[in-house]
């Protein structure tokens, strides 16, 4: 459950932009320790027009986790940030075997 208004807004207005060019899972859970991922990405097969994205358009160009923040993120959220995506890529690369 998202506890701003922010972190809402972001996540619906990230889906909004990203669902065109691919699947968009807002609120992903990720084992072990609950974490929740903001907003999960994974670009469709021809996701065109991209670069009118800008930035966020580059990003989409590969499957991505979306974490906005409000205010500039602390040490411990990045670490947070990062101990997700390696969750993820681990939890991809079980999948994979």
């Known amino acids: 459950m998202t506890r701003f208004i922010h ?4 996540k619906d207005y990230l889906e909004e932009l990203l669902k065109p060019y691919g699947e968009v899972k807002a609120s992903s859970r990720v ?3 609950i ?31 979306f974490e906005p923040f409000r205010n500039p ?8 940030c990062l101990l997700k995506l390696l969750e993820v ?9």
């Open 89 to 97: 890529r681990g939890a991809l690369q079980r999948e994979a075997i």
């Open 73 to 80: 993120a602390s040490e411990e959220e990045i670490c947070d």
């Open 31 to 33: 084992a072990g320790e």
């Open 35 to 65: 974490r929740e991922i903001d907003v999960l990405f994974s670009p469709a097969q021809q996701a065109n027009n991209l670069e009118m994205l800008g930035i966020l358009g580059k990003f989409a160009a590969t499957p991505a986790i």
């Open 7 to 10: 972190d809402q807004f972001a």
